[in-house]
């Protein structure tokens, strides 16, 4: 349909795009380290700027193994001497409809990106991104700290502070233009 017929046909409640919020979707394997660690780091940097009703967060996992669980102690635990409260997140498992709510769909490691490249619909494909794309470090994946010790955990906060405030700057720049 051309545009102007189009905008004639949309409904006048339907926001402008620049109205919609952009949706972040953080994804590793088990959604109970390291993508809720991102979400609630990401979380608390859009708090912070004052862009909470504008940036939306969450997080999923690729696998299935611990749907409805809270996240990994070690990570609340890790989390919480930084000042971020993980407590409230439940593990979910990513869909297929993800790809078209979020606008944002960042995999930890290439290992979830490959399983979240299956799962893309084609035409969303593009907003799959690695999360250490918004890293200053060239660091090019978040280390899996699951069947590691406490400084698995601290390494994944540092990387996730870093590339949010990465992403955050993209998105600002975004909603600015
Ligand atoms: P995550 O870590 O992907 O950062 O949540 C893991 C959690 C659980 C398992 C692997 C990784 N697991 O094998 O159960």
Redesign the pocket.
Known sequence: MREGTAARLKPASEPAASDRPIKVLFV??????????AEGVFRQLVKEAGLAGRIEVDSA???D??IGER??PR?CWAASRRGYDLSPLR?RQVTPDDFSEFDYVLA?DDL?MRALKQLAPPEQVHKLRMLTDFCSTGECS?P????GGPQGFEH?LDLVEDAGQGLLRQIRSALST
Request: hydrophobic share 30%; aromatic share 8%.
């Open positions: 590793c394997l088990g959604n109970i380290c390291r993508s809720p660690t996992g690729t696998g193994y611990h996240p990994d990570a593990a930890m979830n978040v899996d700290p699951y069947a994944v």
